[in-house]
């Protein structure tokens, strides 16, 4: 079974890759930065990019495409009740946002008044880290009630990150978290990553993330112009 | 694309179909019930083993296999020091457990001896959903501080289940979660299936669970003789 599997996966990951490109250009002829969202289930995506329109939309024009298994708008609703273009992207049962659906998505949206542009990916910490989509940073929120030991149990998606964001800290008090041990494994796969603990329940630490991802968008805007 | 893709991943999901039903089988033929627990990350799979194993492990004998992406071992050791003999497999990255790493894994535990196998899949809510185990019946457990749209967003793997175990309601007074919201989700998805809000911290709700689990299990290893 191996020898017919391995190939056919392969030609899919390069069809992959190759498409990531030409959104990578595209984004860039546009001088639009683009981050890529990961995360578990339910660790606060949506909560998060909600929080980040509400600090950043007044100074950075930005769009969001929100990836979903199932058939539905919910999130994306949200987004444009926050004033900001948003396109829902269905994967039809799929475990991760592949190139071709950020492709499709980014036709529908108003690409040449845009500067961030925010993916998020469908709820997993497997998958998404093997499908590169033409972004120019990954992101994971991890978050507290998760528990301390993830970055051990998932070390693929932790390695290859350009920030972290923990989030949901004001549950710390309630929970067994053992913030050395997930340093730790946190440094252990990806030293020196940026790191924002936050709650997006009070907005604790949400500033910090704000500024950060305000000074890459300037930086990455400018170095494709 | 298409036309190379799908035959060879139908023949895939067939061959473990096959591999599944002899599981089955060779479970049924030592009287095993077995039960397939998935989930998010973090979500208290090894907390609810543990749990489990704490108030059944005198009454029934148990085994547990626990899946992981990566190689660690953490969790089988949790459940050996409970006392109950456990395998950790490592799906090399995979996203999800399939029939052929259930095969391999029941050959490496006490069949004999054993009238109760828990198998803790990997965190996912996803691709677990497509690949059966052999097992006799699939729990998910949810949790509170993952909010109560999961049902509407992984409908999927809501639709197959046999039981519900929605944990850490000690966390219900610090997160918004709209009880009402989740469970028209569930009953929209999988009507009257079995529901247990429970606290692997506080133990809440646990006594009820294990007692439902200890009756199924007698039920399956009669009929199964």
Known sequence: MKEIRVPVVERILNANDQVSEQNRGWLHKFGIFSINLMASPGAGKTS?????????SSRVSMGVIEGDTARVTMDADKVRQAGVPAVQ???AGGCHLDAALIASALSQLPLA???????????????????RLGTDIDVLIASVPEGDDKPFKYPAIYRGLQALILNKIDL???VSF??????K???????????????CRTGEGLDSWADWLESRTRQGTQSSD
């Open 89 to 91: 992207v269905n994967t």
């Open 48 to 56: 998060l990019i909600l929080q980040t329109i509400a600090r950043l």
């Open 178 to 183: 053992d913030m050395d041990n997930f340093r």
């Open 113 to 131: 008044e845009m500067h961030l542009l925010l993916v998020e990916n469908v709820g997993n910490l497997v998958c998404p880290a093997s499908f």
């Open 172 to 174: 710390l008090p309630y």
């Open 185 to 199: 494994g946190v440094e252990m796969l990806n030293p020196g990553v940026a790191f924002f603990p936050v709650s």
